[in-house]
C-alpha cells in the first residue's frame, strides 16, 4: 500500500515536472498585457487545514506553498483546482563545527556525505516532492553546477574511505587516527518537532544514518532561537537547517568565506580555506556574467571537495489555483502564484475579484522597515524595480529599465562597476505623474544616506548617481562586481517628492496617510500593477487595479 | 483603622509585585538566547545591514540606557514602537482588543453561567442525566486538545454544512456599515465562541459540582431542610451563595485571560487577536510588545486580585465580619 502510494506521488511529482517544461516552453511574457484583474483581495488565513477548506470551498481562488504531501494528493483529485509543481530556492543542509575536531578532518566529512541516504529520506519522508540536494546551490539557481558528482549513497565504501585514512573501529565507535579512544558523544542541533516536524524527523533519521557510521551522535531539539543563538556563538557540533535562497550565488560567499565567520555573519561551520577564500572573492567581485559563472562553478568545485556542510534536500513549491482562472504562468521554477500570472489571468465568464491566500499578516506596510515575505507579498504588487527576472530562465528582463549596461572602468587608482539605465518613457505613477530618473536617484540617494538596513547592502558600494535628461541614470559603484546589477536593479523605487519631505522613515505608516492630491489614494505610491485600497487588520488587503500601469493597453 | 492597614499593606505589596515584573520583563527577554538581529536568518542580510538593524531598534545603546527608557515607557504608558511592525505597540494592542475581548469575554460568561447552573443542578439531582452531562463535557473539555474541537466545528458547520464562515471577523468584501455588519461580525464569532463554550462550561460545571455536593451535606442546609424551605431556595439561597467566594475569585482570575487572548482559536478562525500578536512579539524577540503586553497583562492581574479580595466582602458578609473581629 505504501509502496504504491509512493509511486503514484513520484509519478505526480515527475509528470508535474514535465507538464511544467512544457508549459515553460509557451510562455511569452513579451506578450503579457495586464493586469486584467480589477480588484484583488490577499485573505488572510493562518491554519493550514482553514486554507485548504477555503480553497475547496472556492472562498480563495490561489494557495501557495502547499508542503504536507497528502494535502497534495488531496487537491490533486480536485477537479475544480490545477496544481504548479517547481524547483525553489530551498535548500536543507547538515553543517558541522570544522572549528574543532573531529568535524576538522575532512575525510570524515566527506565519508557523511556517502553515508546518508538522501534519495530515500527525500521518498520517505516527503513522498517524492522534494529533490536529494547534491549541490551547494539550488537547482533552480542558473549558477549551480549540476555536472559535478556528488558522491552516492554507500557506507561501505565511507567506511573504507576513512579505514584508508587511518580510523578504526573500536565497539562500533570511530577512533581517529593516532587515538586511543573512540570518539565522544556529540550532537546535532534541530529545532524542535513543535516547530518543524520534518526538520526533526530529519534529524533523527540523519542521526541513526551517521551511528550506523560509527558516529556517537544524538539529536538535540532545542527552541529556534536558542538554536541560533548556539550557532551564533559557535557552541555545537553540527546543525540542521533550511534556507531560502536566490537566483545568485551570494549565498556561497556568506556561508563560506571567512571573513563571515564573525558574529551575525553566516560562515557557521568555521571554514577558513585560502583557496575557497580566494574563487569566492573571485566570484564576488566578478566584473561580468561570465567570469561571475565561473567562479561559481569553481567554489562550487572546491565545496564538493572540502565539504563544510552536506547537501540534504530542496523542497518543490507547489501551488493550487481554482481551473476558472486562466492564464496562468508556470514554468520548471515557477508556481502560479507569480507577477505575469496577475497581469496574464482572468476568470471564465464575468470578472470577478481575485482571492489570494496570505498565510501571516502583513504586520509592516512600510517599504523601508517591511521585512517579511507576507510584507512584500502586497508590497511587492505595489511598487516595481528596474529589472525583473525571466520566470523561465531566471535571466535578467527589462522592466522600469528598458535596457542596462554594465561596464568595468578606471577610477583612481583601480577599477570599478559603472551601471547604466535607459528607463521606459511611458511609465506613470499611480497619481498620475510621470516616472524620470530623479526617482531612482532620489531612492538610491535616500536608502543609502539613511542607511536602511534592508537595503544596505545594495547602496552602501554606490559611490555616484548621475542623471542624464529624464529617462537616462548612471550609477557608479566603489569597486567591481557584476552582482551590483541585481541588487541596484532589485530595488523598490519610491517617487522623489515624497522621499524629499519624508523625515521619520522608521515608522512611517504611508497606508495611514492620504495623499496630498488624490483623495483617493494613500501615501503607499509606486508604479506597480496594483495600487493599495484598504488592509483591515487580520483580514484581508484589498488591491485594486493600476488602471495607468505600463503594461495596460492605453 | 485596621481595614485601612489591610488595604495599604495590599496595594503596597501590589506595587512591589508590578515593580518586580517591570524589571525581570526587561531583563528576561534579554536573558533569553537570540536576539531579534541574530534572528535573521538569510545569507543575502549581511553583518554591517545587521548592525544597521540593530541601531534602528535602538539595541546598540548601552543596557542601563535602554533600560531606562524602558521603565520611562511602561509608566508613561507609551510603550515605544514594535520591531517587527514598526508601529506604536498601543496602537497594536488596540487593534487587537476587541475581537478578544468579544470571543473570550462572551465565551467566559456563556461558560460560566452554563456550567454554574448545570454544576448546581447535577448535585442536587446526583446520578440524573444533567450530572452523567457534566460528567462526560468535564471530561471532553480535559481530554480533547482545543484545536480538535475546533477544526472539527470547523469542517462540520463551516465546510459540509457550510452555516457559518471558515474564516476572520468581516465577511469579503464587507457588507454596509450599521446593522449589516453587525450582524454579520456575531455571524462571524457564533462558531469561536461556542467552540471556547464547550470547551469551557465542562470545567465550571464540574468544580461546581463538587462544590456544591461538599456543602450540600452541610448542617446549615440540614437545617434549612428540616425548617421545610423549598429546594429552589435551599439550592441558590443558602448552598450556591456559600461557595460564592471561590466562584468570585476564578471569575477574578480569569478576567486577565480574557485580554491575554486565545491563540489556538485565533490560528484556527483566522481571527485578529491579542493571543497571537503575543506569541509573535516573544518567539519574534519583539521587546517592546512583548513588555507592554506582559506588563499590562501583570497590572491586570494585580488589579483583578484586588478587586476579588474587594468582592469578598459583598458576597460574604462574614469576612467583613471577621476583619472587624481581628480588631
Same mark, same amino acid.
Given at each position: 500500500?505504501?509502496?504504491?502510494?509512493?509511486?503514484?506521488?513520484?509519478?505526480?511529482?515527475?509528470?508535474?515536472?514535465?507538464?511544467?517544461?512544457?508549459?515553460?516552453?509557451?510562455?511569452?511574457?513579451?506578450?503579457?498585457?495586464?493586469?486584467?484583474?480589477?480588484?484583488?483581495?490577499?485573505?488572510?488565513?493562518?491554519?493550514?487545514?482553514?486554507?485548504?477548506?477555503?480553497?475547496?470551498?472556492?472562498?480563495?481562488?490561489?494557495?501557495?506553498?502547499?508542503?504536507?504531501?497528502?494535502?497534495?494528493?488531496?487537491?490533486?483529485?480536485?477537479?475544480?483546482?490545477?496544481?504548479?509543481?517547481?524547483?525553489?530556492?530551498?535548500?536543507?543542509?547538515?553543517?558541522?563545527?570544522?572549528?574543532?575536531?573531529?568535524?576538522?578532518?575532512?575525510?570524515?566529512?566527506? +565519508?557523511?556525505?556517502?553515508?546518508?541516504?538522501?534519495? @530515500? &529520506?527525500? #521518498? %520517505?519522508?516527503? $513522498?517524492? =516532492?522534494?529533490?536529494?540536494? /547534491?549541490?551547494?546551490?539550488?537547482?533552480?539557481?542558473?549558477?549551480?553546477?549540476?555536472?559535478?558528482?556528488?558522491?552516492?549513497?554507500?557506507?561501505?565504501?565511507?567506511?573504507?574511505?576513512?579505514?584508508?585514512?587511518?580510523?578504526?573501529?573500536?565497539?562500533?565507535?570511530?577512533?581517529?587516527?593516532?587515538?586511543?579512544?573512540?570518539?565522544?558523544?556529540?550532537?546535532?542541533?534541530?529545532?524542535?518537532?513543535?516547530?518543524?516536524?520534518?526538520?526533526?524527523?530529519?534529524?533523527?533519521?540523519?542521526?541513526?544514518?551517521?551511528?550506523?557510521?560509527?558516529?556517537?551522535?544524538?539529536?538535540?531539539?532545542?527552541?529556534?532561537?536558542?538554536?541560533?543563538?548556539?550557532?551564533?556563538?559557535? +557552541?555545537?557540533?553540527?546543525?540542521?537547517?533550511?534556507? @531560502? &535562497?536566490? #537566483? %545568485?550565488?551570494? $549565498?556561497? =560567499?556568506?556561508?563560506?568565506? /571567512?571573513?563571515?565567520?564573525?558574529?551575525?555573519?553566516?560562515?557557521?561551520?568555521?571554514?577558513?580555506?585560502?583557496?575557497?577564500?580566494?574563487?569566492?572573492?573571485?566570484?564576488?567581485?566578478?566584473?561580468?556574467?561570465?567570469?561571475?559563472?565561473?567562479?561559481?562553478?569553481?567554489?562550487?568545485?572546491?565545496?564538493?571537495?572540502?565539504?563544510?556542510?552536506?547537501?540534504?534536500?530542496?523542497?518543490?513549491?507547489?501551488?493550487?489555483?481554482?481551473?476558472?482562472?486562466?492564464?496562468?504562468?508556470?514554468?520548471?521554477?515557477?508556481?502560479?502564484?507569480?507577477?505575469?500570472?496577475?497581469?496574464?489571468?482572468?476568470?471564465?465568464?464575468?470578472?470577478?475579484?481575485?482571492?489570494?491566500?496570505?498565510?501571516?499578516?502583513?504586520?509592516?506596510?512600510?517599504?523601508?522597515?517591511?521585512?517579511?515575505?507576507?510584507?512584500?507579498?502586497?508590497?511587492?504588487?505595489?511598487?516595481?524595480?528596474?529589472?525583473?527576472?525571466?520566470?523561465?530562465?531566471?535571466?535578467?528582463?527589462?522592466?522600469?529599465?528598458?535596457?542596462?549596461?554594465?561596464?568595468?572602468?578606471?577610477?583612481?587608482?583601480?577599477?570599478?562597476?559603472?551601471?547604466?539605465?535607459?528607463?521606459?518613457?511611458?511609465?506613470?505613477?499611480?497619481?498620475?505623474?510621470?516616472?524620470?530618473?530623479?526617482?531612482?536617484?532620489?531612492?538610491?540617494?535616500?536608502?543609502?544616506?539613511?542607511?536602511?538596513?534592508?537595503?544596505?547592502?545594495?547602496?552602501?558600494?554606490?559611490?555616484?548617481?548621475?542623471?542624464?535628461?529624464?529617462?537616462?541614470?548612471?550609477?557608479?559603484?566603489?569597486?567591481?562586481?557584476?552582482?551590483?546589477?541585481?541588487?541596484?536593479?532589485?530595488?523598490?523605487?519610491?517617487?522623489?517628492?515624497?522621499?524629499?519631505?519624508?523625515?521619520?522613515?522608521?515608522?512611517?505608516?504611508?497606508?495611514?496617510?492620504?495623499?496630498?492630491?488624490?483623495?483617493?489614494?494613500?501615501?503607499?505610491?509606486?508604479?506597480?500593477?496594483?495600487?493599495?485600497?484598504?488592509?483591515?487588520?487580520?483580514?484581508?488587503?484589498?488591491?485594486?487595479?493600476?488602471?495607468?500601469?505600463?503594461?495596460?493597453?492605453? | 483603622?485596621?481595614?485601612?492597614?489591610?488595604?495599604?499593606?495590599?496595594?503596597?505589596?501590589?506595587?512591589?509585585?508590578?515593580?518586580?515584573?517591570?524589571?525581570?520583563?526587561?531583563?528576561?527577554?534579554?536573558?533569553?538566547?537570540?536576539?531579534?538581529?541574530?534572528?535573521?536568518?538569510?545569507?543575502?542580510?549581511?553583518?554591517?545591514?545587521?548592525?544597521?538593524?540593530?541601531?534602528?531598534?535602538?539595541?546598540?545603546?548601552?543596557?542601563?540606557?535602554?533600560?531606562?527608557?524602558?521603565?520611562?515607557?511602561?509608566?508613561?504608558?507609551?510603550?515605544?514602537?514594535?520591531?517587527?511592525?514598526?508601529?506604536?505597540?498601543?496602537?497594536?494592542?488596540?487593534?487587537?482588543?476587541?475581537?478578544?475581548?468579544?470571543?473570550?469575554?462572551?465565551?467566559?460568561?456563556?461558560?460560566?453561567?452554563?456550567?454554574?447552573?448545570?454544576?448546581?443542578?447535577?448535585?442536587?439531582?446526583?446520578?440524573?442525566?444533567?450530572?452523567?452531562?457534566?460528567?462526560?463535557?468535564?471530561?471532553?473539555?480535559?481530554?480533547?486538545?482545543?484545536?480538535?474541537?475546533?477544526?472539527?466545528?470547523?469542517?462540520?458547520?463551516?465546510?459540509?454544512?457550510?452555516?457559518?464562515?471558515?474564516?476572520?471577523?468581516?465577511?469579503?468584501?464587507?457588507?454596509?456599515?450599521?446593522?449589516?455588519?453587525?450582524?454579520?461580525?456575531?455571524?462571524?464569532?457564533?462558531?469561536?465562541?461556542?467552540?471556547?463554550?464547550?470547551?469551557?462550561?465542562?470545567?465550571?460545571?464540574?468544580?461546581?459540582?463538587?462544590?456544591?455536593?461538599?456543602?450540600?451535606?452541610?448542617?446549615?442546609?440540614?437545617?434549612?431542610?428540616?425548617?421545610?424551605?423549598?429546594?429552589?431556595?435551599?439550592?441558590?439561597?443558602?448552598?450556591?451563595?456559600?461557595?460564592?467566594?471561590?466562584?468570585?475569585?476564578?471569575?477574578?482570575?480569569?478576567?486577565?485571560?480574557?485580554?491575554?487572548?486565545?491563540?489556538?482559536?485565533?490560528?484556527?478562525?483566522?481571527?485578529?487577536?491579542?493571543?497571537?500578536?503575543?506569541?509573535?512579539?516573544?518567539?519574534?524577540?519583539?521587546?517592546?510588545?512583548?513588555?507592554?503586553?506582559?506588563?499590562?497583562?501583570?497590572?491586570?492581574?494585580?488589579?483583578?486580585?484586588?478587586?476579588?479580595?474587594?468582592?469578598?466582602?459583598?458576597?460574604?458578609?462574614?469576612?467583613?465580619?471577621?476583619?472587624?473581629?481581628?480588631?
Amino acid at each position: 500500500m505504501l509502496a504504491k502510494r509512493f509511486l503514484r506521488s513520484v509519478v505526480f511529482a515527475t509528470c508535474g515536472i514535465a507538464i511544467f517544461v512544457a508549459a515553460a516552453c509557451g510562455v511569452d511574457v513579451d506578450a503579457i498585457r495586464g493586469p486584467k484583474i480589477e480588484e484583488l483581495y490577499l485573505v488572510i488565513i493562518r491554519d493550514p487545514d482553514a486554507q485548504l477548506l477555503a480553497l475547496e470551498k472556492g472562498q480563495i481562488d490561489l494557495l501557495s506553498d502547499i508542503t504536507r504531501p497528502v494535502d497534495i494528493e488531496r487537491l490533486a483529485s480536485n477537479e475544480e483546482l490545477s496544481l504548479s509543481l517547481a524547483q525553489g530556492f530551498h535548500a536543507f543542509f547538515l553543517g558541522f563545527n570544522i572549528r574543532k575536531a573531529p568535524w576538522d578532518r575532512v575525510e570524515l566529512r566527506r +565519508a557523511i556525505w556517502q553515508a546518508i541516504p538522501r534519495n @530515500q &529520506l527525500v #521518498r %520517505d519522508i516527503f $513522498s517524492g =516532492y522534494s529533490a536529494p540536494l /547534491s549541490t551547494f546551490l539550488p537547482p533552480a539557481s542558473p549558477y549551480c553546477a549540476e555536472d559535478l558528482e556528488a558522491p552516492p549513497y554507500d557506507l561501505g565504501s565511507a567506511r573504507r574511505t576513512l579505514q584508508e585514512a587511518g580510523w578504526r573501529y573500536s565497539n562500533g565507535f570511530l577512533v581517529p587516527p593516532g587515538e586511543d579512544l573512540p570518539l565522544k558523544p556529540m550532537k546535532i542541533l534541530s529545532p524542535t518537532a513543535q516547530v518543524a516536524p520534518t526538520t526533526a524527523e530529519l534529524a533523527q533519521r540523519i542521526t541513526a544514518s551517521l551511528r550506523e557510521l560509527g558516529l556517537p551522535m544524538d539529536v538535540e531539539p532545542v527552541d529556534f532561537s536558542t538554536l541560533i543563538a548556539r550557532l551564533d556563538e559557535h +557552541a555545537f557540533d553540527s546543525y540542521v537547517l533550511a534556507w @531560502q &535562497l536566490s #537566483r %545568485d550565488p551570494d $549565498s556561497l =560567499y556568506a556561508f563560506f568565506h /571567512s571573513s563571515m565567520d564573525v558574529k551575525g555573519g553566516y560562515n557557521i561551520c568555521g571554514i577558513h580555506d585560502d583557496e575557497l577564500d580566494a574563487a569566492l572573492e573571485a566570484l564576488r567581485w566578478a566584473p561580468d556574467e561570465e567570469d561571475a559563472r565561473l567562479a561559481a562553478r569553481r567554489a562550487q568545485k572546491l565545496l564538493s571537495e572540502k565539504v563544510p556542510m552536506v547537501p540534504i534536500y530542496s523542497r518543490y513549491f507547489v501551488t493550487a489555483l481554482r481551473k476558472e482562472w486562466k492564464g496562468a504562468v508556470t514554468t520548471r521554477i515557477a508556481t502560479a502564484d507569480n507577477v505575469w500570472s496577475l497581469l496574464a489571468m482572468e476568470p471564465e465568464g464575468k470578472m470577478r475579484p481575485f482571492y489570494w491566500c496570505l498565510p501571516e499578516e502583513p504586520r509592516n506596510l512600510n517599504p523601508f522597515t517591511a521585512s517579511s515575505a507576507y510584507d512584500w507579498q502586497v508590497l511587492g504588487l505595489i511598487y516595481d524595480t528596474l529589472l525583473t527576472a525571466d520566470p523561465e530562465t531566471l535571466e535578467d528582463l527589462p522592466w522600469l529599465a528598458r535596457d542596462w549596461k554594465v561596464e568595468t572602468v578606471s577610477s583612481g587608482d583601480g577599477q570599478v562597476t559603472r551601471l547604466s539605465f535607459i528607463l521606459r518613457d511611458d511609465v506613470l505613477w499611480q497619481d498620475g505623474e510621470p516616472f524620470t530618473a530623479k526617482d531612482v536617484a532620489a531612492t538610491i540617494s535616500f536608502l543609502k544616506e539613511h542607511r536602511v538596513p534592508r537595503f544596505w547592502d545594495a547602496v552602501s558600494d554606490v559611490e555616484a548617481v548621475t542623471v542624464k535628461g529624464n529617462h537616462e541614470i548612471t550609477i557608479t559603484m566603489k569597486n567591481t562586481s557584476y552582482w551590483h546589477l541585481h541588487q541596484i536593479g532589485g530595488l523598490p523605487i519610491l517617487p522623489a517628492w515624497q522621499l524629499a519631505s519624508l523625515e521619520s522613515w522608521q515608522i512611517w505608516q504611508p497606508i495611514r496617510m492620504i495623499h496630498p492630491q488624490k483623495r483617493n489614494l494613500t501615501m503607499l505610491v509606486g508604479t506597480g500593477p496594483f495600487v493599495f485600497s484598504e488592509y483591515r487588520q487580520g483580514e484581508y488587503v484589498r488591491l485594486v487595479r493600476n488602471d495607468l500601469f505600463w503594461l495596460m493597453s492605453r | 483603622m485596621a481595614l485601612k492597614a489591610y488595604w495599604g499593606r495590599r496595594i503596597a505589596s501590589s506595587l512591589l509585585v508590578l515593580a518586580v515584573v517591570l524589571v525581570l520583563n526587561f531583563f528576561l527577554f534579554r536573558i533569553l538566547p537570540g536576539d531579534p538581529v541574530s534572528a535573521i536568518i538569510d545569507p543575502r542580510f549581511s553583518p554591517q545591514a545587521k548592525e544597521e538593524l540593530a541601531a534602528l531598534f535602538g539595541l546598540d545603546r548601552p543596557m542601563g540606557e535602554q533600560f531606562l527608557l524602558y521603565v520611562k515607557q511602561m509608566l508613561t504608558f507609551n510603550f515605544g514602537v514594535s520591531f517587527l511592525s514598526q508601529r506604536p505597540v498601543w496602537d497594536e494592542i488596540r487593534s487587537r482588543l476587541p475581537n478578544t475581548l468579544i470571543l473570550l469575554s462572551s465565551a467566559m460568561a456563556i461558560s460560566a453561567l452554563l456550567g454554574i447552573y448545570l454544576g448546581v443542578i447535577a448535585a442536587a439531582k446526583r446520578g440524573g442525566f444533567i450530572e452523567r452531562l457534566v460528567l462526560w463535557a468535564g471530561a471532553i473539555s480535559f481530554s480533547f486538545p482545543s484545536f480538535f474541537i475546533q477544526l472539527v466545528m470547523l469542517l462540520l458547520f463551516a465546510f459540509a454544512m457550510p452555516i457559518f464562515p471558515l474564516r476572520g471577523s468581516v465577511s469579503i468584501p464587507p457588507p454596509p456599515p450599521g446593522w449589516p455588519a453587525m450582524i454579520d461580525y456575531i455571524w462571524h464569532m457564533v462558531l469561536p465562541v461556542s467552540s471556547l463554550v464547550i470547551l469551557g462550561f465542562g470545567s465550571w460545571a464540574l468544580y461546581v459540582r463538587n462544590l456544591m455536593v461538599k456543602v450540600l451535606g452541610e448542617d446549615f442546609v440540614f437545617l434549612a431542610r428540616a425548617k421545610g424551605l423549598p429546594q429552589r431556595l435551599i439550592l441558590w439561597r443558602h448552598a450556591f451563595r456559600s461557595i460564592l467566594p471561590p466562584i468570585v475569585t476564578i471569575i477574578f482570575l480569569s478576567l486577565p485571560g480574557v485580554v491575554s487572548g486565545a491563540v489556538i482559536t485565533e490560528t484556527v478562525f483566522s481571527l485578529h487577536g491579542v493571543g497571537r500578536f503575543l506569541l509573535e512579539s516573544v518567539t519574534g524577540q519583539d521587546y517592546p510588545a512583548a513588555g507592554a503586553a506582559f506588563f499590562l497583562l501583570a497590572l491586570l492581574t494585580v488589579a483583578c486580585n484586588l478587586l476579588a479580595d474587594l468582592a469578598y466582602g459583598f458576597v460574604d458578609p462574614r469576612i467583613g465580619l471577621e476583619r472587624k473581629m481581628e480588631r
